[in-house]
């Protein structure tokens, strides 16, 4: 019953969402504060009959506000069903194997070989320096590619990259060539590489309302770039599902994006509490990498993540381990209340 398709692929694999017991959940670097109380106030003044009609396909509205907060002109936003979406959209239309591999960070967002996998485009994993930092010059020194693709800060690590050096990058790198840059832990104290849209047309920047908007289960992500990338995201998009984003889900976006306060106060509460598990962590003997994320990715000599995982559960606390060479160690933890 099956395509060839379809038997090649190995898909990806999300954090356990179990449903035996309550657990304090640290896996799937959800934010533990609620979203943004206009929200409440959407919901409750909401019609059931504005359902009737098919959601805006061009997302009008929440592109407007999007441009309106990022100072950018809403024909160099999309929109998509979370930033998953988005990446597989972006994946489909830049990336072709025919013009080289796509080059990402041997350790970074695990969705990245699976998008590979389903549109048949080939990849190099680019090693991380030692201290698990990312040196650009990992993928320049790759004879050819079709691109580029890294999360900023990556994941797992929570390791920022700084913007200076994202610039370095696009202009020793092929110009007709697309960079993403997957920005899904931005809100949490990372600079982005947004100002640079403007001057490198091949730059697509990455966002979700998943994590800094405490909106994961509303499932939006956006993307922003240069008319070009932009209109090719939509020209994908309508070759494949014209309505990704559902009325509600707009509505709720608009809603967020303009409680830039209320979010400002949360972010600050989750950086606040990662500095402090960074630091108690690091005084009980814990190797704790730099993170500018919502989570923290730690080890302790001589017990494999794994194990950390395994005793914590026992406890109701699930964390996050990855069973992948170099990073066996760790555990990602999380930033919880
Ligand atoms: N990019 C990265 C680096 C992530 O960790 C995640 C969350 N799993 C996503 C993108 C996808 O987020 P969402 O689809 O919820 O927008």
């Known amino acids: 019953m099956f395509s060839e398709r379809l038997k090649r692929l190995s898909p990806y694999v999300p954090g356990e969402q179990p449903r035996d017991r309550r657990y304090l959940k640290l896996n799937t670097n959800e934010n533990p504060y609620p979203p943004s109380p206009t929200i409440r106030e959407v919901l409750r003044n909401f019609d059931p009959e504005t359902l009737r009609l098919y959601p805006d396909p061009l997302f009008t509205d929440l592109r407007e506000m999007i441009g309106k907060r990022f100072e950018i002109d809403p024909a160099q936003v999309f929109v998509g069903n979370g930033s998953d979406e988005v990446l597989s959209l972006a994946f489909f239309s830049f990336f072709d194997t025919n013009r080289g591999p796509l080059l990402f ?31 650009p010059d990992g993928f320049l020194n790759v004879e050819t590619s079709c691109g580029i693709v890294f999360a900023n800060p990556n994941a797992p690590t929570g ?90 889900s707009l509505l709720i976006g608009v809603a967020a994006m303009q409680d830039e306060a209320y979010y400002k106060e949360v972010t600050e509460r989750i950086i606040a509490t990662r500095e402090r598990l960074s630091r108690d962590l690091q005084r009980s003997g814990w190797r704790v990498l730099p993170s500018r994320a919502n989570f923290v990715f730690a080890s302790r000599e001589g017990i494999p993540g794994k194990e950390v995982y395994r005793r914590l559960k026992e406890k109701g606390i699930l964390v996050r381990y990855f069973d992948i060479e170099g990073i066996r160690d760790f555990v990602r933890i999380t930033i919880g209340t």
């Open 159 to 248: 390791m920022f990259l700084e913007v200076g050096e994202i610039r370095r990058l696009l202009e020793s790198y092929l110009p007709d060539s697309v960079v993403i840059v997957d920005e899904a832990y931005i809100d949490f104290g990372a600079e982005s590489a947004l100002p640079l849209v403007k001057e490198f047309p091949n730059l697509l920047i990455i966002r979700t309302f998943s994590k800094g908007m405490s909106l994961a289960g509303l499932r939006l992500g956006y993307a922003m770039g240069s008319r070009e990338l932009i209109d090719a995201l939509y020209r994908a998009k309508d070759s494949f599902n014209s309505y990704p984003v559902d009325t509600l």
């Open 105 to 135: 960070p041997e350790h970074t967002y695990s969705f990245y070989p699976v998008y590979c996998d389903f549109y048949g485009i080939g990849c190099i994993k680019i090693p991380l320096a030692r201290d698990f930092s990312l040196n």
